[in-house]
């Protein structure tokens, strides 16, 4: 059974950090692509980041600079390290996997979905 468990999340003032993480188990880690998705409330969700096995990683443009995408193949798991954020970035944050949409940041090529972490920051 495939399970993605995001943890991580919180609330931070702007300008703040914070450091999500994913936890794959159920399918060979390698074998998909992970991205970052959030969905702020009265929004669509969106994409943020995206990383290929090869380690290619694609940002959307609002969280360039501030965002890092990064995987351990080894411990099955996806990280996600924002920085300098804003109350913008306020939203659930999943985590979610896809086999052939490698870069794709829309929402509906993505198979596998965590249950989501909430990051609120204040301004």
């Known amino acids: 059974q495939v399970q993605l468990v995001e943890s991580g999340g919180g609330s931070v003032q702007s300008g703040g950090s914070l450091r999500l993480s994913c936890a794959v188990s159920?399918?060979?880690?390698?074998?998909?692509?992970m991205g970052w998705f959030r969905q702020a409330p009265g929004k669509e969700r969106e994409g943020v980041a995206t990383?290929?096995?090869?380690?290619?990683?694609v940002y959307t443009e609002s969280v360039k600079g501030r965002f890092t995408i990064s995987q351990d193949n080894t411990k099955n798991t996806l990280q996600l390290q924002m920085t300098s954020l804003l109350p913008d970035d306020t939203a659930m944050y999943y985590c979610a996997a896809t086999r052939y949409w490698c870069g794709s940041v829309d929402p509906g090529r993505y198979n596998y979905w965590g249950q989501g972490t909430q990051v609120t920051v204040s301004s």
């Open positions: 159920g399918y060979t880690y390698s074998t998909y692509c």
């Open positions: 990383i290929d096995s090869d380690g290619s990683t």
